[in-house]
């Protein structure tokens, strides 16, 4: 049994416990998750009885072939629509969907095709599944981890090329920086960076998500780097604040102080742990020393199709960690106008210590 | 007047003529053309009265700040709830929103907002403003076609830096080569690639939408490249097809075939014209020659913050093209086993001859 295929027998399984005869999984990422098929348009029928259709249209025929065997293959270019159509033919009761996926004038268009298709028989019922798909990707399984893994040694090897080379100098300007750190990362084998690539130096370090502009860097400054790698379609995600010269006392005190809080967060990443738990661990480190108002986002999040997925480590998060979860824990404190550092990891929930998956030093690097 | 608030303006005359109060614009590059703002989480409530509400997350307040000058400024982790709740305490009557944008569940969740923040009046009657923003968008103004141009001019740089230096060349892997033109265009100022860039050799390149692997490109096969930069946002797209050594008999007539039916699809191009018609041009010189089951797609397609926008230049498409909207031209011929040629470029229609803006040479380049 393909990795796919047992994935799509979990969902088969909570469809089954729900009462459904049907799933259409339309979200393109879940698609993939659990057909392999990597496209830009498919969507999976996923039949109780288990006899699942993949569709997509004409462009991916052969594509589909080879990513997805194994499942009958329906060819048309208004895919979810004919998918929707082939459940109401083989007489589907209730047809589970996604809600958080369809829009509302796709819901409009299913409504109306299954009425059509139903000609005398019954009109299939849809009912949202919510999102179960995402609730199995947030668990990673062996491959899965293989891809972070990899994702990430591009992200710590692309840094480690560039700090070498001494392209993280004054004068240079951080969309300079920015590019080459992609270049680079696509150069090692990433398909894209995981997300646009945050440099900010001096002041615009204090802005969370700062956007890279001709900003010089200067000595003496901050230099925040977020960034990652997609592999196979996983990616990662991580953040390292150097300084350019000389470190000042205040530097290395609110460097030195997230270092502890994001300590403090990974040490908290434990099976069964809540998540508002396990951010209150390095908020807490933060708060004490007077700069809680100066941590303005969540500790974390999971990650892997997508940059950000469940689990949401937050205050205002929900649930609890489970094995084989991938997050992130990133601290930041930032000063307005001054200067702001975050130090982030992608890690591995594991039923002993989490295993650290992007391995670059958290000490100070003074460039 | 900034250009983003004359674009308002069109949309709120759009919106009056409609007998609404307000919009909730939640597309993020509607939003984007609406306000500006380049940010991963925004919308934009706009009023019949001119007082607009920009709203984002606390990540984005200095980038609003920067980017969506002059505007009411709403920040809200829950970005578009909040908005609605904004309207209906503004006391909106009809409030539009984009149907092919929002989700099954946000609209559960817009009604749920507007309900309760209208306790006592009149709850907002939410109307679908279909795709409004889409429409607008589909007509460029100079300050689009300005990056279109660089985002072209970046794709044709990238594409002649590859071949001057050789890297196109008999036991290179696509991957290889499409991981190049991907650096390259970085290098040249791409804020990154406008898709997965196609490298397909040899048979590969009868697959309309192959995947670059490993496949090595070998002395007399064909080397398709589909590709484009994404400049300020805004997309360019390109297809050349080239000849490894020696092109064969057949592939200088396909070549030919196409490149006939290029320069017919781009003649076809004028202010009024039916989309079917223009389609229709191309694809008759290829019908003519007894390949038109070998052409298996539409003939293009709008450009521009979307890789794929209006207008749809096809059998099945609808309209007729205006001054300013850029397209593509893009016919190809595909052999299943043999090979393919597509060539395609990217232009502004005018009121008189299109603007072409991918400069590569159509000549069958032998390598």
Redesign the interface.
């Known amino acids: 049994m393909t990795r796919e295929a047992g994935r799509r027998d979990r969902l088969r399984a909570t469809a089954v416990e729900a009462g459904l005869d049907a799933v259409l999984v339309t979200n393109l990422l879940n698609v993939r998750y659990l057909t392999g098929f990597?496209?830009s348009n498919g969507a999976l029928l996923l039949r109780a009885d288990g006899d699942d259709v993949f569709g997509t249209d004409?462009?991916?025929t052969?594509?589909a072939g080879v990513q997805v065997p194994g499942l009958e293959l329906l060819i048309d270019r208004a895919t979810v629509p004919a998918l929707a159509v082939r459940a109401a033919h083989l007489g589907t009761g209730r047809l589970g969907y996604e809600?958080?996926?369809?829009?509302?004038?796709?819901?409009?268009t299913l409504e109306g095709v299954l009425a059509d298709a139903a000609t005398g028989g019954t009109v299939p019922e849809l009912v949202?599944i919510r999102r179960a798909v995402e609730t199995l990707r947030a668990v990673k399984d062996d491959a899965e981890v293989q891809a972070l893994r990899r994702a990430c040694a591009v992200a710590d090897q692309a840094l480690a090329e560039l700090a070498a080379e001494g392209a993280l100098r004054p004068g240079r300007s951080e969309l300079q920086v920015g590019?080459e750190l992609?270049?680079r990362m696509?150069?090692l084998?990433a398909?894209?960076?995981s997300?646009?690539t945050i440099v900010a130096t001096g002041a615009n370090s204090a802005?969370?998500?700062?956007?890279p502009d001709g900003t010089v860097l200067a000595g003496g400054d901050f230099l925040k780097l977020d960034f990652g790698a997609t592999v196979d379609g996983y990616h990662s995600d991580m953040t390292r604040t150097l300084v350019l010269g000389h470190a000042a006392d205040w530097q290395q005190e609110v460097y030195s102080l997230v270092v502890a809080a994001q300590a403090a967060g990974r040490a908290a990443l434990a099976v069964g742990a809540d998540v508002r738990v396990v951010d209150a661990a390095a908020r807490n480190v933060i708060a004490a020393a007077g700069h809680g108002e100066h941590f303005?986002?969540g500790l974390g999040h999971g990650v892997g199709l997508e940059i950000h997925e469940a689990p949401s480590i937050a205050a205002a998060g929900e649930g609890r960690l489970a094995a084989g979860m991938a997050v992130t824990v990133e601290p930041g404190i930032y000063l307005p106008g001054h200067g702001g550092v975050r130090i982030e990891d992608t890690l591995i929930v594991t039923d002993g210590e989490p295993e650290l998956l992007t391995l670059t030093s958290k000490e100070l690097l003074v460039l």
Chains 1, 2 share one sequence.
């Open positions: 990597t496209g004409g462009r991916y052969t594509q809600s958080h996926d369809v829009t509302v004038d796709g819901l409009h949202s590019r992609d270049a696509l150069a084998g398909e894209a960076p997300f646009e802005i969370p998500h700062h956007r303005t986002h």
